[in-house]
């Protein structure tokens, strides 16, 4: 499987990515409304888990690389998870490398990834959680056309300091 834009390619995540995957999951700047940055044993079983063979019907992630066709660098991740107690419904979510942000890039990977989730998968639903004070993903998911469902007071921990979040969603237009 291989979704192709006209300035990037997303692939599944495979072994050879681990490099990347540390890279993100490792970075400030990228963590900072995500999550703590785990410790080296627990990234490396989470990438492990993600470069599993993924199944719709099971509670894990599809985890993509983007890669840029121009230069054919690794620039981010992105995917969703499936929920087996709720087949039809899926949450996305991604990271991109710092110097990529701004240009475009998340949005055009969104793009089709939703497409796909919608089209080929049949999702009647996507989802997305945002910490408050993440305005770019916001902003993003909310050109995509995603809508606030909830906000979650003190939903969220990262290191110290509790953070609301916001619940979006958007329907599969087909339906």
Known sequence: MELITPRLRLRPLTKNDWQLFKRLNQNPDVMAYVADIQAHQALKSRFDERCARWQK?????????????????????HGFK??????????????LCPTQQG???????????????????G????????????N???QL?????????????????????????LQLTLRNPNL
């Open 141 to 165: 998911l909310n050109k995509l056309g995603f809508t606030t469902f909830q906000v979650i007071k003190q939903n969220y921990q990262i290191g110290e300091q509790l953070f609301d979040d």
């Open 136 to 138: 770019a993903s916001e």
């Open 82 to 95: 499936s929920f087996s107690d709720k087949p039809s419904i899926a949450e996305l979510g991604f990271m």
């Open 103 to 121: 240009y475009g890039f998340a949005f055009e990977a969104s793009e089709a990834v939703i497409d796909y989730a919608f089209t080929h998968l």
């Open 57 to 77: 019907q099971t509670d894990a992630w599809l985890t993509l690389v983007i890669e840029r066709v121009d230069t054919e660098e690794c620039i981010g991740l």
């Open 123 to 134: 999702y009647d639903t996507l989802s997305a959680t945002v910490t408050v004070g993440n």
